[in-house]
């Protein structure tokens, strides 16, 4: 049976079964007249937290690439995933979102648990795109999701560095 119980180390508390099993990846650009111009931010697990990588590329005005990484804590991490939970977008089908084109395009990668989807369409200009499409419900789920972990990643990187962040 082992040694005595006051022998016996103490167990680490057991970790919450998400912290590991979450990674996101947003990504949206184009190839234009000043080259590849592009937004990426990617959120990593790690074993107490995260990491938060955003990339930023824009030659406009002689624009540079801005990298920045900061390591997040699980609240942050498990917030992220919440709004991914809510939105249900696991649940959403890409086929019938419009392709992606010259107007550029957009990525959404998300692993939760054994639940693993990849999203790509057209850049969304506005709502009207949104509801010319065959997939209005699917392709507005995508949109507010996109436009809530945005929100909730510039404000990481303004709080980390004090940059404002190129939409």
Known sequence: PGPPARLRRPRAPPRPAHAMDFYLRYYIGHKGRH??????????????????????????????LI?????????VQ??????????????????????????????????????????????IGSLL???ESQDPEGLRVFYYLVQDVRCMVFSLIALHFQIKPIP
């Not at 931010?41 to 406009?60: H, I, K, M, V």
């Not at 990298?67 to 609240?75: D, G």
């Not at 809510?86 to 019938?96: A, G, N, P, R, V």
């Open 35 to 64: 080259g590849h111009e592009f937004m990426e931010f990617e959120l990593t697990p790690e074993s107490n937290g995260a990491t938060l990588r955003y990339a930023n590329n824009s030659e406009y005005k002689g624009g540079v």
């Open 67 to 75: 990298r920045k990484e900061a390591r997040v804590s699980r609240a």
């Open 78 to 123: 498990s917030e992220l995933r919440r709004i991914i939970e809510e939105s249900e977008i696991m649940h959403e089908d890409d086929t019938s979102w419009p392709p992606p084109d010259r107007e550029g395009r957009q990525e959404l990668e998300v692993r939760m648990g054994d639940m693993h989807v990849n999203f790509t369409c057209s850049k």
């Open 129 to 131: 795109n949104i509801q």
